[in-house]
């Protein structure tokens, strides 16, 4: 998936006044457990530490605001019931999309912390989320630049023999 990294402190803050204020875009191809009925839908619930595990994160009423949105791209019916979803951040909270897509019952592929039991791996080891598009403005130019990246071979092979 995508990263951006700043090569100055000037490219730094640039960058996380981006995040901050919500004017970067980013998007998000999620592979999840169950058949999301909803076409598309947004996630809206604070996100906290973990009262039980301090280093995952949770759903919490005292959390942050957190909202996840998201759009069905493709259904799988075998190996088993899965959904392709494009999910859009419209905040930035630790592990986010992770544990709102647990929250509401269907956690990402092969992801174990949030959800997954190991049993129903799929493929790869790694969880099955990758980092689609980013969009942010130049922190010297000001120009917008929006890159896209397709998906790895991993995830691609697991949903082109369904498209």
Known sequence: GLLVFARTEEGFYALSDQLADRSMGRTYIGLVEGDVTEERGVVDAPIGRSVKVPTMMAVKSDG???RT???VIQRIAKPRALTLLRLR???GRTHQIRVHLSAIGHPVVNDIR?????DKRLGEERFFLHSETLSFDHP???DRITTQVDLPNDIASLVAPHA
């Open 89 to 91: 951040l419209e905040t």
């Open 140 to 142: 010297i130019t000001g």
């Open 114 to 118: 949030y959800g997954q039991r190991r």
């Open 64 to 66: 942050r605001p957190a």
């Open 69 to 71: 949105g998201y759009e």
